[in-house]
């Protein structure tokens, strides 16, 4: 079965500062690789993904991914965190089935 | 266009009571799937559907069953809810086209079991 470990289950940063959420997986295959963001009481929203291609990959709100094969990870990255950017943060990673195989989350803290 | 929706929103239960959630897509997508999502421990899969009138099973299965009579519908059933199954559940819809795999989200359904 495939895994994803997102290294952090909380992190804070400055309002301004560099935002980097950490995401490892493994998967014995290429998988397809997703960054969701939840606001409290909401659902999943789509950060952005990987499938094939580039290996960095920008999504909305100006957060960006790169795919590192060598390392099996799949950061997240935002230079300037913003106070809205307050959410959890999921990674996920699927294979070649049709299952979905999700990190426990990381709570992001901005501070003013 | 509504995308993924869940009723209810809330619900309180009493041990051994049953209910069933409901989740409704509407944009034609072939795959659905029931998560539920406990603090630590991220999103776990308890089943999904590939299509009408096919379901299996996912990571946490006990205790739930789930039925897909309409493509547009995915139902979660408790027959007899424990405390254990206190828990926010998330809906799930995408389109079969490999490479195309993001998941949309419904808002979730809160459930407590007493």
């Known amino acids: 079965a495939q895994s994803v470990t997102q290294l952090g289950s909380h992190v804070s940063v400055s309002e301004g500062a560099l935002v980097l959420l950490r995401c490892n997986y493994s998967?014995?295959?290429?998988?397809?690789l997703f960054w969701y963001v939840q606001y409290p009481n909401q659902g999943l929203q789509l950060l952005l993904k990987y499938t094939t291609g580039a290996t960095l990959v920008k999504g909305i709100n100006g957060f960006e991914a790169e795919f590192k094969k060598s390392e099996t990870s799949f950061h997240l990255t935002k230079p300037s965190a913003h106070m809205s950017d307050a959410a959890e943060y999921f990674c996920a990673c699927q294979d070649t089935g049709n299952q979905f195989y999700f990190g426990t989350g990381t709570s992001l803290t901005v501070i003013p | 266009n509504a995308g993924v929706t869940q009723t209810p929103k809330f619900r309180v239960l009493k041990t051994g009571q049953s209910m069933t959630l409901l989740c409704a897509q509407d944009?034609?997508?072939?795959?659905m799937y029931w998560y539920r999502q406990d603090p630590g421990m991220g999103l776990r899969l308890i089943h999904y559907?590939?299509?009408?009138?096919?379901?299996a099973k996912g990571e946490v299965p006990d205790g739930y069953n789930v039925s897909r009579l309409k493509k547009q519908n995915f139902l979660l059933g408790l027959e007899s809810a424990a405390p254990s199954q206190t828990s926010v559940y998330f809906c799930?819809?995408?389109?079969?086209?490999?490479?195309?795999?993001?998941?949309?989200f419904g808002p979730g359904t809160r459930l407590t079991v007493t």
């Open positions: 944009m034609n997508h072939e795959y």
């Open positions: 998967s014995s295959v290429p998988p397809y």
């Open positions: 559907s590939v299509g009408e009138g096919t379901t």
């Open positions: 799930a819809s995408r389109v079969k086209a490999a490479g195309k795999g993001e998941q949309y």
